[in-house]
């Protein structure tokens, strides 16, 4: 998946210094080019996140780095028009998870930006089927494990 666009809510708290807990939401999309497929992923999540370098409570001008962990509620979506025109779709809720590791930079006291990497387990599949001359043709899934890499802005209330 090449995402066009992420976006991502995450209502985070300290509960010790290096130590923190929040609820996220996410919303992405972007080309599956293989299947020649439009992907819609909504995640709504629950996790914690371990900071050997927290970031300081006072502002901005530190880095921070952190190991987090989700477990989530996927939703994903898949669409697609074959080569005559016909369109179809599919959708699914499914459990799942995700481990990223994170590097941040403090600009103020309410705002961070950040690189992550990690991954993403989706507990089940969707099956797609591709009408395409041998051998793309037949019925293709999406991966259940996915390679995450972000880079954005947090900010924090």
Known sequence: ???????????ERFIAPSLSVGLSASARGGRLQALGATEIMACAGVGAAIWPIAPPPGGGGHAGLAVRGELLLLYEAVARTSASGASS????????????VEGTWGVTRGLEVLLAAGAEVAAGTIDVTVVAPAPQGGT???????????????FRF
Not at 1 to 11: A, H
Not at 89 to 100: C, I, K, N, V, Y
Not at 140 to 154: F, H, K, T
């Open 89 to 100: 779709s599919r959708g699914q809720a499914m459990p799942g998870g995700a481990l990223t």
């Open 1 to 11: 998946l090449f995402s066009l666009l992420t976006l991502e809510v995450w209502n």
């Open 140 to 154: 293709a899934r999406i991966p259940a494990v996915r390679a995450l890499a972000e880079a954005g802005a947090r």
